[in-house]
């Protein structure tokens, strides 16, 4: 009747409690497993059909528990569906149930047909347009504002962890707490600190530096994820190290606006990124903020462009400086575009003076038709013709 309010499994003394209190068990017998799409922490993750009695059959997500488990990794695996059945949003992925009564154990979800956000992004660079990527962030958004008001901090808020489905509707997942419990280091994006690991790039300070999470690092995390969107599913922080990362957001350096991002956009996301997380905005104001946008899209019109003295320090993708280099051969292998060396060459581009004279329409004509590809050069060669003209 009142407000809901999570419940950490961990808190039972009996966790299989938990997962008899909020997930329900499914009969084996009505669930189809078709095909592995992926491994998980705990073992294969495949797609397949539910049949409920009395439902019509859906396309489902089946994660397993390998064999040869101990009890602890069966109740690390389960709490998952034991939080994940508390909650009940358009843009949370949704629990069907366990199956616990036999073996394998499995957890079924409801089937996202796009896949996790990131690669489905990188896949489709460039194909979508602004109003699509901003209701892609505003569903995101409203997942997060459930949970915030559930008491549920995610602590891992990433475009890997959002899936899609085949309306482009974008869901929160990936309610797995054993990350924080269990030291394992196959995955680069989590870095081991005292206590567990921690995905630093998306990640608020004062969570890295005193492991404070609260729904405000959440609210960090999810300026980095409109990053990621925006700009088709790039690596927050490109190359750099996961200390060079802490080092400058310490010296208050931001990400710069991804290409053709509307400054507004790239405003919350500097909002997000506030040093102090008391004035960082809460996820109820973010959603209404991205409401806004969608009603009144000429608000997306202004392309943000990086002014001359900003007042926000702004990370520059290593743009290298062009006076270093003395060939167009160099400048490609700066840029990691050495694959066009024949076509620049082969086209008359043989001098720096002459590519930074280049239009999208030069790109295409000498061959360069990848979308991303094209981006990537193109705002070399704008950087290079300020530099040029400095």
Same mark, same amino acid.
């Given at each position: ?31 189809? %497993?078709?095909?592995? #799409?992926?491994?998980?922490?705990? =073992?294969? $993750?495949? +797609?397949? !059909? ?7 059959? %859906?396309?489902?997500? #089946?994660?397993?528990?390998?064999? =040869?488990? $101990?009890? +602890?990794? !069966? ?7 034991? %939080? ?307």
């Amino acid at each position: 009747p009142g407000m809901k309010i999570y419940i950490d499994p961990f808190t039972y003394e009996d966790p299989n409690e938990a997962v008899r209190e909020f997930a329900k068990e499914i009969d084996v017998s009505t669930v189809k %497993i078709e095909e592995v #799409i992926g491994a998980g922490e705990f =073992g294969e $993750v495949y +797609k397949g !059909r539910l049949k409920l009695p009395g439902k019509r059959e %859906i396309y489902v997500a #089946i994660k397993t528990l390998k064999s =040869g488990y $101990v009890e +602890k990794q !069966r109740r690390d695996f389960l709490s998952e569906a034991s %939080i994940m059945g508390q909650f009940d949003h358009p843009n949370i992925i949704r629990l069907e149930g366990v199956v616990t009564k036999s073996r394998p154990v499995m957890i079924v979800t409801e089937f996202m047909e796009n896949g996790a956000l990131d690669s489905f992004l990188r896949q489709n660079d460039g194909q979508f347009t602004v109003i699509q990527l901003v209701g892609m962030m505003r569903g995101i958004s409203a997942g997060m504002k459930y949970l915030s008001e559930m008491n549920y901090v995610h602590r891992d808020l990433a475009a890997r962890n959002i899936l899609v489905n085949s309306n482009l509707v974008c869901k929160v997942s990936d309610f797995g707490l054993s990350r924080y419990l269990q030291e394992d280091t196959s995955d680069p994006s989590y870095t081991s600190s005292l206590g567990g690991k921690i995905p630093v790039r998306w990640t608020a300070p004062e969570a890295i530096a005193y492991r404070k999470f609260t729904s405000a690092s959440d609210v960090w995390s999810y300026g980095i994820v409109m990053w990621e969107v925006m700009s088709f599913g790039e690596r927050p922080y490109w190359d750099m190290s996961n200390q060079d990362v802490i080092n400058a957001i310490e010296q208050d350096y931001r990400l710069p606006p991804p290409m053709d991002c509307p400054s507004t956009l790239h405003q919350l996301m500097l909002d997000c990124w506030q040093k102090d997380r008391n004035v960082r905005p809460r996820f109820a104001d973010i959603v209404s903020t991205l409401d806004k946008m969608i009603r009144n899209p000429t608000s997306l019109k202004a392309i943000a462009n990086i002014p001359s003295v900003p007042s926000q320090p702004l990370l520059d993708r290593s743009i290298p400086d062009f006076n270093t280099f003395s060939s167009v051969e160099d400048w490609l292998g700066a840029i990691k575009m050495s694959q066009y060396r024949d076509n620049f060459l082969n086209s008359g581009f043989t001098s720096l003076q002459l590519v930074a004279q280049m239009t999208s329409e030069d790109l295409l004509r000498i061959g360069v038709t990848l979308a991303g590809h094209q981006k990537k050069i193109l705002s070399n060669v704008q950087s290079m013709r300020v530099q040029m003209s400095q």
